[in-house]
Every structure is written in structure tokens, then in C-alpha cells.
């Protein structure tokens, strides 16, 4: 089993490179617990809600680490969400992998 995942990783890491923008579908990004657990501040939301009803796009990036876990952009992600986009912009990082 840890063979099939190894390969599925590098598979990824092949497509998806860090520092690129990427459309990915929604439903493969992963939550960590402590973003679910975090409320959003108002001020916060409403000023992303107001810049994606002006401008049709996420005000900030979504970052994912090569497993498709969520590491910044909850508030983007929420929104997408919501508003049921199909594939959204992505972007991957690989500095978490140092620690």
C-alpha cells in the first residue's frame, strides 16, 4: 500500500509544481481540523464577500501542499464553496516539507 501511495505522490508532484497556478475540482482539497474549528471574522468575510461580488474572483490564494491539503486561503475556499464552484485556482507549495 505505501508503494501505490509513494507513486501516486510523485505522479502528482510531477503535475503540480509549486509556484504555479492550477484549476483543480473543489472536492480533492482536504480541510485540516483546525481551519473548521476557526471562525472567520466578520470584518473579514464581508470584505471578501464584497471583492468576489465585485470582481467574480477570490481575493486570495489558495494554498495546498502536494497531498491537496489546505494550508492558507480558508476564506477563499469558503466562498468557493458556497457558491458552488466546479474547479478553482490553486496554487501548491513544498516549503512544508522541509520541517
Known sequence: MCNKISRYIKRIFGIYKPGYEYWISLDKIH?????????????????????YRRTGKLQSRILLTKDFTLVDG?????????????????WFVDWLDEE
Not at 481540523?33 to 464584497?50: L, Y
Open 31 to 51: 480541510i485540516p481540523q483546525e481551519f473548521t474549528k476557526t471562525r472567520i471574522g466578520n470584518e473579514k468575510w464581508k470584505s471578501k464577500w464584497r471583492y
Open 74 to 90: 480558508y476564506s477563499s475556499y469558503k466562498i468557493a464553496k458556497i457558491t458552488k464552484m466546479g474547479k478553482i485556482p490553486v
